[in-house]
């Protein structure tokens, strides 16, 4: 999220915070982001794309159809692993993949770990295991 759009949503919570005579957690957006960065599990670095529009222009065009947007993120599959070898989480969430569904065959969807991306990435990994037993 942009500093900018940060800076507004703690705005709108010292707001919320006023009639409890409380105060924020956090000074503003770059405060959360040295906390973000100063988290010493995991060490996993940030990385980013820039994204722009390229379908169909109306007449006429609007400015966010110009802009280029910057897209920041850190790698998912190395988070959940250092989740997954955190011992604070050990023994306190269910890791297991799982596939669900009702009476009409539909694939119900819960959480996470009822996703397809979970349930594939499971098998992967298991058939790789499999293929280096002897």
Same mark, same amino acid.
């Given at each position: +999220?942009?500093?900018?759009?940060?800076?507004?949503?703690?705005?709108?919570?010292?707001?919320?915070?006023?009639?409890?005579?409380?105060?924020?957690?956090?000074?503003?957006?770059? *405060?959360? &982001? *040295?906390?973000? @960065?100063?988290?010493?599990?995991?060490?996993?670095?940030?990385?980013?794309?820039?994204?722009? &529009?390229?379908? @169909?222009?109306? *007449?006429?065009?609007?400015?966010? +159809?110009?802009?280029?947007?910057?897209?920041?993120?850190?790698?998912?599959?190395?988070?959940?692993?250092?989740?997954?070898?955190?011992?604070?989480?050990?023994?306190?969430? @269910?890791?297991?993949?799982?596939?669900? &569904?009702? +009476? @009409?065959?539909?694939?119900?969807?819960?959480?996470? +770990?009822?996703?397809?991306?979970?349930?594939?990435?499971?098998?992967? &990994?298991?058939?790789?295991?499999?293929?280096?037993?002897?």
């Amino acid at each position: +999220m942009s500093g900018g759009d940060i800076n507004i949503l703690l705005e709108l919570w010292a707001a919320s915070l006023l009639k409890h005579n409380d105060e924020l957690a956090f000074a503003n957006h770059k *405060d959360i &982001y *040295d906390t973000i @960065d100063a988290t010493p599990l995991g060490d996993v670095p940030w990385q980013s794309f820039s994204v722009r &529009y390229n379908g @169909d222009r109306p *007449d006429p065009v609007p400015p966010w +159809m110009d802009a280029e947007f910057d897209v920041w993120f850190r790698d998912p599959r190395t988070l959940v692993h250092n989740l997954l070898l955190n011992p604070d989480f050990d023994n306190k969430f @269910d890791c297991a993949p799982l596939q669900e &569904y009702d +009476m @009409d065959g539909n694939h119900r969807f819960e959480n996470f +770990m009822s996703g397809d991306w979970t349930w594939k990435q499971a098998v992967h &990994y298991s058939l790789l295991l499999c293929s280096t037993v002897d």
